[in-house]
């Protein structure tokens, strides 16, 4: 483990922090609070356009963002529900209507299926997130599989954190320190 750095390569490897440990650390050191709920630990800010100079957590604008569609009365154009999970998805086939996150995530599996798609790496035809194949060309990976590559290739490189020590995160990023 890294104990002290006076320079962003440490041998002949990148140290890296995982993004999201990053980001929480720059947003708190800011001050920057939550401006419904108050709480300043977050994996992501969001701008707050009713009150320009201050910002949402994560939470509070996913919350936000469901209250506003059901204030417009948005509902899913393939099961009818007027709630979601997270957020509400724009349907392709039938412009200006929306699909709820289940019934998103549902319509990916049909679409792949449709399309026969398989990952090359495991075989399975399920999974909401497909993924190029740099290894073979014009061949898909689920999103399992990638995250598995990302994790592997990380390894390979000796990748650490320069905080936590941790050599497993699947999203890494240079440091700034």
């Known amino acids: 483990m890294i104990t002290s750095v006076t320079s962003c390569f440490v041998s002949t490897h990148v140290v890296r922090v995982p993004y999201s440990s990053q980001e929480l650390s720059i ?6 609070t939550c401006v419904k ?3 300043d630990t977050t994996v992501q800010w969001v701008n707050c ?3 320009p100079g201050t910002k949402f957590c994560m939470s509070c604008y996913d919350k936000n963002r469901l ?5 417009a009365g948005t509902t899913c154009v393939k099961c009818g529900t007027d709630t979601t999970r997270g957020q509400w998805y724009s349907c392709k086939d ?3 209507t929306k699909f709820c996150r289940p019934c998103y995530e549902k319509n990916l599996l049909d679409v792949a299926a449709a399309a026969g798609t398989t990952c090359v790496k495991c075989a399975t035809d399920m999974t909401i997130m497909w993924y190029r194949c740099k290894d ?11 995250g598995k590559n990302l994790l592997d290739v990380a390894a390979a490189a000796g990748t650490t954190c320069v905080k936590c020590g941790t050599d497993t995160t699947s999203m890494w990023i240079n440091s700034k320190d």
């Not at 947003?27 to 920057?32: I, K, L, N, Y």
């Not at 209250?67 to 204030?71: G, H, R, S």
Request: net charge positive.
């Open 49 to 51: 356009k009713d009150k």
């Open 136 to 146: 073979k060309p014009g061949t898909k990976v689920c999103s399992s599989c990638y």
């Open 94 to 96: 039938k412009p200006g």
């Open 67 to 71: 209250d506003v569609a059901a204030a």
């Open 27 to 32: 947003e708190t050191a800011a001050g920057t």
């Open 37 to 39: 709920c108050g709480t």
